[in-house]
């Protein structure tokens, strides 16, 4: 049902996305899904393109934001609440039991980037990686523009996405050290849409 509501409120508003690597994807499997972040319509974009049963962690705020709050709570997502480490860790331990059929998608930036460029990922973001389960990185190019930071305005536009292809954490890396190897992983999947 979410997937089916992103799709319809991009094709309201007049967006299309141009998607490279939906070969990538098992439909059967459960994913953690990462992405670059540049607008709250990454959110939208990411549900009506990927073929999994997707749900959100997010930061708690955005869930006080009209319409899409709402939304996000009739959906079952997982709020994170970043100022309060016991009350993360409990979402956390939320989300890695719903991991067992369903797929999360971080933005392990933490917050939108104002540029171009993929701001350095967060560790902690990672966290539900350690049960073993298959990562899959997204990048996207364009988002930005169909949402601007700081307007609710929501424009219509292209937006160009590429699914990478599904990694693992390997024996003995750090969480520190999986957050920059998929940090370059999406950084190069957008620098790559932009040639």
Same mark, same amino acid.
């Given at each position: 049902?979410?997937?089916?509501?992103?799709?319809?409120?991009?094709?309201?508003?007049?967006?299309?996305?141009?998607?490279?690597?939906?070969?990538?994807?098992?439909?059967?499997?459960?994913?953690f899904v990462v992405a670059n972040h540049r607008s709250i319509a990454d959110i939208p974009i990411i549900a009506a393109v990927l073929p999994l049963n997707l749900r959100i962690m997010a930061k708690k705020e955005l869930f006080k934001i009209p319409f899409?709050?709402?939304?996000?709570?009739?959906?079952? *997502?997982?709020?994170?609440? !970043?100022?309060? !480490?016991?009350?993360?860790?409990?979402?956390?331990?939320?989300?890695?039991?719903?991991?067992?059929?369903?797929?999360?998608?971080?933005?392990?930036?933490?917050?939108r980037s104002r540029t171009e460029q993929v701001e350095? *990922?967060?560790?902690?973001?990672?966290?539900?990686?350690?049960?073993?389960?298959?990562?899959?990185?997204?990048?996207?190019?364009?988002a930005e523009k169909i949402?601007?930071?700081?307007?609710c305005a929501i424009n219509s536009g292209n937006v160009k996405m590429k699914i990478l292809p599904p990694v693992r954490i390997e024996e003995n890396e750090t969480r520190q050290e999986l957050a920059e190897r998929l940090q370059k992983i999406v950084s190069d999947g957008v620098k790559s849409i932009g040639n």
């Open positions: 049902m979410f997937r089916k509501w992103a799709k319809i409120l991009l094709e309201i508003c007049g967006v299309t996305c141009e998607v490279e690597g939906l070969e990538n994807i098992d439909p059967k499997e459960t994913y899409l709050g709402q939304t996000m709570l009739i959906y079952d *997502f997982v709020p994170i609440d !970043r100022t309060n !480490r016991r009350n993360a860790v409990k979402s956390l331990e939320n989300a890695r039991k719903k991991m067992k059929t369903l797929s999360f998608l971080v933005f392990p930036e933490g917050t350095k *990922f967060k560790s902690g973001a990672l966290w539900l990686t350690e049960n073993g389960c298959k990562i899959l990185p997204v990048a996207m190019v364009g949402m601007e930071i700081g307007r």
